[in-house]
């Protein structure tokens, strides 16, 4: 007697939990397993419950596949989690896990085809930092790969109809790619995204005080300022070793357990509670130094202190070296962008999004729900001008390392990327090493993109530069090629926001990546070394 459909998809679901009780101790049984299912369930007619099962099956596919190394099982989930995406059976909670699912089953592929090429190469006895290098390499190989799985990763995580698990592993994970790909000014704000959704998970909580103790060995932060929140995250990792096991297994729960905590002071700038400027850019970690990942950093005023420590120039050279200035220009004109989104910030809270009282502006009303005023203006001006940032974070790298394009021509978009295995053009890597900070701004021009992690930043920019952006009261978001693209008043100070984040976050990598060559040049005879002054 043949079974129903319901019964093969009751045992189907019985024999996944099965597999998954011994996943780790035998992942290629739990594959042979996943493998079964998928085979039984998915030419069955699509359903609710069938579609519950295949995702469940991707899950398991994914785990399995990855602790046996098997490519079959990865490729095999890779195929259903893009299907179970577009399903029109499954919850929004269900889609979520489906793009959670598939955001690990891309970057597993990826961790398989280099542990691959590694057990190939002839080098297989490189140090740790050349493996570190290779890797970052390799991993230019999968940008297609690498910009769907961040996206995914923040769309399950900012989906509130996934459970709180799967959305703090979700900010996890994306702080992990984004750090391994060099990008740790945002990968820090996703660690802090990840518990602030779920607060036990010590496994976010490590990965964020690894990230801050390699930062202070590289010299990208203030040592100090470093070492106090290192401290802070990995007690919260040392409270929660249990739950790190459960989310990341026994072997990372130990090695957090075996992190040591700095021996220093716990000292801090929070800054002035009363003071709304401070209260703004500490909430939105705006502040533009090294020194500043959370609070002020500093008890002085001149709080945005990001600078190129030292710069060695040809010993016939005469003058300063051009970096200076144009390091000083980016930054003052990413302060005034700042400044004018804060205003349009506080004027937006003072009216609640209507038209500002200073506002002496005589505007039509067009009864539809539109508001029109300084407030959107600044807003839709500030971000433009903040992402401008970007382009002549390219025109410094192009003058300074000798690239040789005429600045005119050069673009954040193009400047850096071409097609192909390297994803950097000839010119720019004939002249500089594919360092981390390289590397992660070559990512940031796949992410202020479209299809990237911040498509509304790129879409809001094109639009308030060749089109008219409007401001509505409700939460419309048209950024099409209409001569008219709508945007919620709401969402537009948001986005305004997030193009200050992902700027500051570019000049603190044009700045790690300044820093890192110069260092290079120090042992060089034919230099001459000029300190850095602060204006008076």
């Given at each position: 007697m043949s079974l129903t459909n319901h019964e093969?998809?009751?045992?189907?679901?019985?024999?996944?939990?099965?597999a998954y009780a011994d996943v780790d101790n035998l992942p290629g049984d739990a594959v042979y397993a996943a493998k079964e299912v998928f085979d039984r369930v998915h030419d069955i007619t699509s359903g609710p419950i069938q579609q519950q099962v295949l995702l469940n099956c991707s899950?398991?596919?994914?785990?399995?596949?990855?602790?046996?190394?098997?490519?079959?099982?990865?490729?095999?989930?890779?195929?259903?989690?893009?299907?179970?995406?577009?399903?029109?059976?499954?919850?929004?909670?269900?889609?979520?896990?489906?793009?959670?699912?598939?955001?690990?089953?891309?970057?597993?592929?990826?961790?398989?085809?280099?542990?691959?090429?590694?057990?190939?190469?002839?080098?297989?006895?490189?140090?740790?930092?050349?493996?570190?290098?290779?890797y970052l390499a390799h991993r230019l190989k999968f940008r297609s790969s690498l910009t769907e799985s961040r996206l995914l990763y923040y769309s399950a995580g900012m989906n509130e109809h996934l459970d709180i698990d799967q959305r703090g592993r979700s900010f996890c994970n994306l702080?992990?790619?984004?750090?391994?790909?060099?990008?740790?000014?945002?990968?820090?704000?996703?660690?802090?995204?990840a518990l602030a959704i779920d607060p036990t998970n010590g496994n976010a909580a490590g990965n964020a005080a690894l990230l801050l103790r390699i930062a202070m060995h590289e010299?990208?932060?203030?040592?100090?300022?470093?070492?106090?929140?290192?401290?802070?995250?990995?007690?919260?990792?040392?409270?929660?070793?249990?739950?790190?096991?459960?989310?990341?297994?026994?072997?990372?729960a130990d090695f957090w357990a075996s992190m040591e905590l700095f021996d220093v002071e716990d000292h801090w700038h929070p800054g002035n509670p009363d003071n709304h400027l401070q209260k703004w850019l500490?909430?939105?970690?705006?502040?533009?130094?090294?020194?500043?990942?959370?609070g002020l950093g500093s008890a002085e005023t001149k709080w945005d202190s990001a600078h190129i420590d030292t710069v060695h120039t040809p010993v016939t050279q005469g003058g300063p070296p051009k970096i200076f200035a144009m390091i000083n220009s980016i930054k003052a004109e990413y302060l005034v962008a700042r400044s004018i989104i804060y205003t349009a910030c506080q004027m937006a809270?003072?009216?609640?999004?209507?038209?500002?009282?200073?506002?002496?502006?005589?505007?039509?009303?067009?009864?539809?729900?539109?508001?029109?005023?300084?407030?959107?203006?600044?807003?839709?001006?500030?971000?433009?001008?903040?992402?401008?940032?970007?382009?002549?974070?390219?025109?410094?790298?192009?003058?300074?390392?000798e690239i040789g394009d005429r600045p005119s021509s050069v673009s954040f978009r193009s400047f850096l990327a071409k097609k192909g295995e390297t994803g950097f053009r000839a010119e720019v890597?004939?002249?500089?090493?594919?360092?981390?900070?390289?590397?992660?701004?070559?990512?940031?021009?796949?992410?202020?993109?479209?299809?990237?992690?911040?498509?509304?930043?790129?879409?809001?920019r094109n639009a308030g530069t060749h089109r008219i952006v409007v401001a509505t009261l409700d939460e419309t978001k048209d950024l099409g090629r209409d001569s008219i693209s709508l945007i919620g008043i709401d969402s537009l100070e948001r986005v305004a926001i997030q193009a200050l984040q992902v700027t500051r976050a570019a000049i603190m990598y044009l700045v790690a990546m300044v820093n890192y060559t110069e260092n290079k040049k120090s042992t060089e005879t034919s230099v001459v070394k000029i300190p850095v002054v602060g204006q008076q």
């Amino acid at each position: 007697m043949s079974l129903t459909n319901h019964e093969i998809l009751f045992l189907a679901d019985s024999a996944i939990a099965a597999a998954y009780a011994d996943v780790d101790n035998l992942p290629g049984d739990a594959v042979y397993a996943a493998k079964e299912v998928f085979d039984r369930v998915h030419d069955i007619t699509s359903g609710p419950i069938q579609q519950q099962v295949l995702l469940n099956c991707s899950s398991l596919l994914i785990d399995a596949g990855s602790r046996a190394n098997n490519k079959e099982a990865l490729d095999i989930a890779a195929e259903l989690t893009a299907e179970l995406i577009g399903s029109t059976h499954l919850t929004k909670g269900q889609v979520a896990q489906a793009q959670y699912n598939r955001a690990n089953c891309l970057t597993s592929i990826i961790d398989h085809e280099f542990s691959k090429t590694r057990s190939e190469s002839a080098n297989e006895d490189a140090d740790e930092e050349k493996i570190k290098l290779e890797y970052l390499a390799h991993r230019l190989k999968f940008r297609s790969s690498l910009t769907e799985s961040r996206l995914l990763y923040y769309s399950a995580g900012m989906n509130e109809h996934l459970d709180i698990d799967q959305r703090g592993r979700s900010f996890c994970n994306l702080a992990n790619q984004l750090d391994f790909s060099g990008r740790w000014v945002e990968a820090y704000d996703a660690y802090l995204s990840a518990l602030a959704i779920d607060p036990t998970n010590g496994n976010a909580a490590g990965n964020a005080a690894l990230l801050l103790r390699i930062a202070m060995h590289e010299g990208t932060v203030d040592v100090g300022h470093a070492a106090v929140l290192h401290n802070r995250f990995l007690r919260i990792a040392h409270d929660h070793l249990g739950r790190v096991s459960e989310l990341a297994g026994q072997q990372t729960a130990d090695f957090w357990a075996s992190m040591e905590l700095f021996d220093v002071e716990d000292h801090w700038h929070p800054g002035n509670p009363d003071n709304h400027l401070q209260k703004w850019l500490i909430e939105h970690r705006l502040i533009l130094a090294t020194t500043a990942l959370e609070g002020l950093g500093s008890a002085e005023t001149k709080w945005d202190s990001a600078h190129i420590d030292t710069v060695h120039t040809p010993v016939t050279q005469g003058g300063p070296p051009k970096i200076f200035a144009m390091i000083n220009s980016i930054k003052a004109e990413y302060l005034v962008a700042r400044s004018i989104i804060y205003t349009a910030c506080q004027m937006a809270e003072e009216s609640e999004g209507l038209q500002h009282p200073s506002d002496t502006g005589w505007y039509a009303d067009t009864e539809d729900n539109r508001v029109y005023g300084k407030i959107p203006g600044m807003f839709v001006l500030g971000q433009r001008a903040t992402l401008d940032v970007l382009d002549k974070i390219c025109v410094c790298i192009n003058e300074h390392f000798e690239i040789g394009d005429r600045p005119s021509s050069v673009s954040f978009r193009s400047f850096l990327a071409k097609k192909g295995e390297t994803g950097f053009r000839a010119e720019v890597i004939s002249k500089l090493d594919v360092i981390p900070a390289l590397v992660a701004l070559r990512e940031l021009v796949d992410d202020v993109n479209p299809n990237g992690l911040y498509p509304d930043a790129y879409n809001l920019r094109n639009a308030g530069t060749h089109r008219i952006v409007v401001a509505t009261l409700d939460e419309t978001k048209d950024l099409g090629r209409d001569s008219i693209s709508l945007i919620g008043i709401d969402s537009l100070e948001r986005v305004a926001i997030q193009a200050l984040q992902v700027t500051r976050a570019a000049i603190m990598y044009l700045v790690a990546m300044v820093n890192y060559t110069e260092n290079k040049k120090s042992t060089e005879t034919s230099v001459v070394k000029i300190p850095v002054v602060g204006q008076q």
